[in-house]
């Protein structure tokens, strides 16, 4: 990376000096797609990420903020990350890495995710989780070339309903009924901000065994298969209740690929894929971002 370029550890209280780079990020995920779906207009963006970005520190206050820096004080990116606990072992998760568009190709992604590794070795933490939007293959193959492997795929459904029920079922009755699938459901706070989204968003995903599976290594036995009418009813019956942005987590690779066609055939579309590192240290041949 070229000198002249600083990291500044930011308060949480200016979380708004990342606003023009959270905007320029969003502008990215549309030029690549915005993995085939629908997404919220521009203005709208920033206000929601920052809910998103309070609530983090609500949840984890020990949330960190990096902004990159050049000597005339123009913002070049910036890094969120924070602790989390995964299948029993800590992890540093790269929440978002965000470059300025004129800033591209000189370095500056490597150098924040090497910030956000030194912090990850100082608390004794060498595994690290990020998710990558679905179709950005640059970013993918930055990260890729940076160690980090495939761990699980997020596939997602937002379509407003035409129909809503006049006495939707409880949500009891909306968990049990993703159980007899095999599936767990949950909701995480809404909307989103990209994609056009509810207010609430119903997350379903498969059991995991006890402990983090090897990021790398032989495929994993296929899972038992989930029909796909019963799938189509689920949705359905989201969607009439007024939860009508689904995700679905499933596992990479081959373990679950009956999974991923009957998702796309019930027209979810990839969103994101987490991607998964043991231990610090970025190569130098990751130095372009």
Known sequence: MESGIRVRALAANEIDEVASLWEALFDHHLAVGAAGLATIAREETWPRRRAHYERLLQQHPDTRFWLALDDAGSRLGYAVAFEEEL?????????????AAAARGRGIGSHLMRTVDDAAQDGGIDLGVLDVLGGNTR???LYVRCGYEPYSETWMLSTPPELVAESPPSFADLVQEARRLGLRLTLAAGPDDTWVSADQIVDLSRPRATGLRRVSGPPAAARSPIDL??????????????LWTIRCEISSGSADTALRGLLAQCGFRLSTERLLRRGSGLPSAAAHD
Do not use: I, N, P, Q
């Open 229 to 242: 009418r019963g799938l189509e009813d689920l949705c359905t019956t989201l969607a009439e209740t007024g």
């Open 87 to 99: 299948a029993g072992a800590r992890a540093m998760v790269l929440e978002t890495l965000g470059v």
């Open 139 to 141: 970013a993918r193959a």
